[in-house]
């Protein structure tokens, strides 16, 4: 990239991260100490204002920058990580946002906990949680790296080891600081750049063609070297039974993920009341559905327009097809507007990843402070405030995310965050869902339920081609592949909902009926919700 690409791409992510500096810093000075503040905003937000932030936190470096170079790459297999983002919000109207804005305070683990034994299930329910926002988070250090690349037109280590660096310094900074009302005004803003910018490129495509979506997807399907092939189902999930039960195992870890993932969760607590939750997924859904369409134009738009094989010898993932598209509609390389719209393009990817990381960091810190060590700390002598803990908590968890997305800076974003999803899927959602729907349900089915869907997702995770046994696993020159499936999902949820399941019918513990009609009541009336 030519030095006018680095110098004003630079300039606005700089303008970016001034802008939201000063707002946590605004925020730090006139907040109170309280967890309530740190953890849920002082629960003042509108529903149009949750909705917003809910979407910033969801459109994420996996959405704007994966899922694009899937659909340049691959065509219709790439466009299926869109239905199963969008699909998967119908799951949280129904049956998550509501109920657990009025069971909950701050977490999952508090859903869960009343009517449970609370320390083997916060002890649970917290580990589970941090896991699945570090995978979250090393994605999107993985887009941070592959972005500054592209930016600085340099592929070695060190730059994308100072851009990850740099990215979870930053996302430290806001959370100590400013917690959940800062990181949400941040998301907020951050929405609706990127938002604005999607539209922008969105409309450029469609005028580069002429309104003609045929002669797009036609035109895509020649520059592919697919041909038709481009079009139809089977490119990247259809050549082998191995590929179609990838698929499956994908669509079911996407569908059943997001009403496990914790910041998603955390978000319906920062809201007054159940019906502002609701309220703020039905905003989040329509923000979300937009963006998605858009996102399908953009992928076959970057297929046409730059090409398939220009987009992967830019990046091997395609995580930098939609710079490379902005930069050749606004007149390629070297000119006046390539420059303008590719570091605007840029720059509203930067403030995508640092807004998400923001998010996700905050949750689970949340997790760790209010569920571990809330859990484990020894009675007696002085303790720590959670606040405290939870800004210390932040440090340890950007370290861990850095270090990880280092090791993992050559995989697609978008296919990261499917192994994020799968997790959540498999250990959160069943222990959440039987806490909510079944009577009989025990303290032991709810430990055994979080375990028995983590600990299978991570161990055929670590057995399957992601890590070792072809050339794009993290370790390609070792083989201890025995998982043939990248997504472990088809297996590890069904298994996590069966080991809630015999957790109970094993356990020795009586169900507290009287709990369980308190919790029902709670969360179908929002009687004695915090």
Not at 292 to 314: E, N, Q
Not at 447 to 475: M, N
Not at 483 to 503: D, M, R, T, Y
Request: charged share 10%.
């Amino acid at each position: 990239m030519t030095g006018d690409h680095q110098t004003l791409a630079l300039l606005l992510f700089s303008g970016f991260v001034a802008v939201t500096l000063g707002i946590t810093t605004w925020v730090s000075r006139r907040r109170r100490g309280s967890a309530e503040e740190f953890y849920a905003g002082g629960r003042l937000f509108s529903p149009m204002e949750n909705g917003f932030a809910i979407a910033g936190d969801y459109m994420s470096a996996a959405s704007f920058l994966g899922v694009t170079g899937l659909i340049a790459l691959y065509g219709y297999d790439g466009m299926l990580y869109v239905v199963g983002f969008l699909v998967a919000w119908l799951v949280v109207l129904f049956l998550v946002a509501e109920l657990v804005r009025n069971c909950g305070r701050f977490t999952l683990a508090d859903v869960v906990a009343a009517r449970m034994s609370e320390r083997p299930v916060r002890i649970a329910a917290g580990t589970s949680s941090v896991t699945v926002s570090v995978l979250y988070l090393v994605a999107q250090m993985v887009g941070a790296g592959s972005l500054v690349a592209l930016l600085l037109g340099r592929t070695s280590g060190a730059a994308q080891a100072w851009a990850v660096i740099g990215v979870g310094a930053l996302m430290v900074i806001y959370v100590s600081l400013g917690g959940m009302r800062a990181t949400t005004w941040i998301q907020i803003v951050k929405a609706v750049l990127l938002l604005s910018g999607t539209i922008a490129l969105t409309v450029l495509v469609l005028l580069r063609f002429h309104g003609d979506v045929d002669r797009l997807l036609l035109t895509a399907a020649d520059r592919s070297g697919h041909g038709r092939a481009f079009l139809a189902p089977g490119l990247k999930y259809g050549g082998t039974w191995t590929a179609r039960l990838d698929f499956i195992s994908l669509g079911l870890a996407l569908v059943l993920g997001t009403a496990g993932l914790p910041h998603i969760l955390s978000r319906f607590y920062t809201v007054p009341t159940a019906r502002a939750a609701r309220r703020s997924a039905v905003w989040s859904i329509g923000l979300i559905g937009g963006f998605y369409l858009m996102t399908i134009v953009l992928g076959f738009g970057a297929a046409a327009v730059v090409g398939t094989d220009a987009v992967r010898g830019s990046n091997a993932a395609g995580n930098t097809a939609v710079p490379l598209l902005a930069l050749d509609l606004g007149g390629g390389a070297g000119s006046t507007g390539g420059t303008v719209l590719f570091a605007v393009v840029a720059a509203v990817a930067f403030a995508t990843i640092l807004a998400v990381v923001a998010g996700i960091t905050l949750a689970s810190s949340a997790s760790v402070a209010h569920d571990l060590y809330a859990s484990l700390r020894r009675s007696g002598g002085k303790a720590r405030s959670e606040v405290a803990v939870a800004r210390w908590a932040a440090v340890g968890i950007g370290v861990v995310a850095i270090a990880l997305g280092l090791l993992a800076r050559d995989l697609n974003v978008a296919f990261l965050v499917g192994l994020a999803f799968a997790v959540a899927a498999s250990a959160n959602l069943p222990v959440l869902l039987y806490s909510l729907f079944w009577r009989g349900f025990t303290t032991r089915g709810a430990v055994w339920a979080v375990y028995g869907g983590l600990i299978p997702a991570l161990g055929l995770v670590l057995l399957s081609p992601v890590v070792s046994g072809s050339p794009t696993s993290l370790f390609p020159d070792v083989d201890f592949q025995y998982f043939p499936l990248q997504n472990p999902g088809i297996v590890s949820i069904p298994v996590g909902f069966l080991a809630g399941w015999l957790g109970t019918v094993t356990s020795e513990e009586v169900a507290d009926e009287a709990r369980y009609a308190e919790t029902e009541v709670r969360s179908l009336t929002g009687a004695g919700a915090v």
